[in-house]
T-cell receptor, first 113, second 115 residues
Framework: ELKVEQNPLFLSMQEGKNYTIYCNYS?????LYWYRQDPGKSLESLFV?????AVKQEGRLMASLDTKARLSTLHITAAVHDLSATYFC?????????????FGKGTKLSVKP | KAGVTQTPRYLIKTRGQQVTLSCSPI?????VSWYQQTPGQGLQFLFE???????NKGNFPGRFSGRQFSNSRSEMNVSTLELGDSALYLC??????????????FGPGTRLLVL
């Protein structure tokens, strides 16, 4: 069974600190997506990682993909309160000609002053 | 540019009924994807339509179907509703297919309650 596992599921950080969210998956794929969801809101696409070694950065967030380790990371630098949200990773898995996007359970991030 | 719009925003149905949800993508976007979010199952991908053709598909039963029109607007239909279909249904659009790396833009969602 294909699994996409995020950890931690809950993360409480202090402002100014650094931390990493991990996304492990159980099958080969080179397409990994990160999304953000604010409480009671819709989703926002953050990063699309399309190849081994891909690294994308936006502000205080940096995502990377290691397809050999089947691991993607979302690194948070000098966290601020505005980053409080739930972060999801998702893996695109092809079974035949069509792909299915498999989501992790999400990491709920709370950044406190 | 106007964002992705979904109608209706809220809907109450009873078991056994069917429902149609609508999604209007950002002008010029050719791909529309649908997602289901529930507290129990989390986020799940339903399907993606690109230029009126279903390109990608999740693991949902045949009760869940969709289509895309020539103006890229998309509809999702759920027949014979079950209590477990109560969820937030999100749609997203992108200029091209998101599996090629295009950024997706999400609508506000339709919250469906099945009684």
């Amino acid at each position: 069974e294909l699994k996409v596992e995020q950890n931690p599921l809950f993360l409480s950080m202090q402002e100014g600190k650094n931390y990493t969210i991990y996304c492990n998956y159980s099958t080969t794929s080179d397409r990994l997506y990160w999304y953000r969801q604010d409480p009671g809101k819709s989703l926002e696409s953050l990063f699309v990682l399309l190849s081994n070694g891909a690294v994308k950065q936006e502000g205080r967030l940096m995502a990377s993909l290691d397809t050999k380790a089947r691991l993607s990371t979302l690194h948070i630098t000098a966290a601020v309160h505005d980053l409080s949200a739930t972060y999801f990773c998702a893996l695109l898995n092809y079974g035949g000609s069509q792909g299915n996007l498999i989501f992790g359970k999400g990491t709920k991030l709370s950044v406190k002053p | 540019k106007a964002g992705v719009t979904q109608t209706p925003r809220y809907l109450i149905k009873t078991r056994g009924q069917q429902v149609t949800l609508s999604c209007s993508p950002i002008s010029g976007h050719r791909s529309v994807s649908w997602y289901q979010q529930t507290p129990g199952q989390g986020l799940q991908f339903l399907f993606e339509y690109f230029s009126e053709t279903q390109r990608n598909k999740g693991n949902f039963p045949g009760r869940f179907s969709g289509r895309q029109f020539s103006n890229s607007r998309s509809e999702m239909n759920v027949s014979t509703l079950e209590l477990g279909d109560s969820a937030l249904y999100l749609c997203a659009s992108s200029p091209g297919s998101w599996d090629a790396g295009e950024t997706q833009y999400f609508g506000p969602g339709t919250r469906l309650l099945v009684l």
